[in-house]
């Protein structure tokens, strides 16, 4: 059974930084493209990050280039978000994903299976 759980969601002012993980059992990390993706209240849920499943690729929402990094840890089967500069439209449910299979990166239907999401509150 596949699971992936998130961590790392907090409370934080604005400038400041914090760092998300993706726990994945069940599947080898390795073998997937993984992405984070967020949803604010009200709002759709929103492509924000990816690694490819060789790591060629990193594809980047342009809200958060240059302030956020994804990376992975395969020995750990880990993911993980590295944010900084955070700003309060950064606020929102924050989820991990996995993909088996090549091709799109940003939409919530290019993934196969999801986690429960962490939250993240930025205020100014």
């Known amino acids: 059974q596949v699971q992936l759980v998130e961590s790392g969601g907090g409370s934080v002012q604005s400038g400041g930084s914090l760092r998300l993980s993706c726990a994945a059992s069940?599947?080898?990390?390795?073998?997937?493209?993984m992405g984070w993706f967020r949803q604010a209240p009200g709002k759709e849920r929103e492509f924000v990050a990816a690694l490819s499943k060789y790591g060629v690729l990193t594809p980047y929402a342009d809200s958060v280039k240059g302030r956020f990094t994804i990376s992975r840890d395969n020995g750990k089967n880990m993911v993980y978000l590295q944010m900084n500069s955070l700003k309060p439209e950064d606020t929102a449910v924050y989820y991990c994903?996995?993909?088996?299979?090549?091709?799109?990166?940003?939409?919530?239907?290019?993934?196969?299976?999801w986690g429960q999401g962490t939250q993240v509150t930025v205020s100014s």
């Open positions: 069940g599947l080898t990390s390795s073998n997937y493209a």
């Open positions: 994903a996995a993909k088996k299979y090549s091709g799109s990166y940003y939409s919530p239907s290019d993934y196969d299976y």
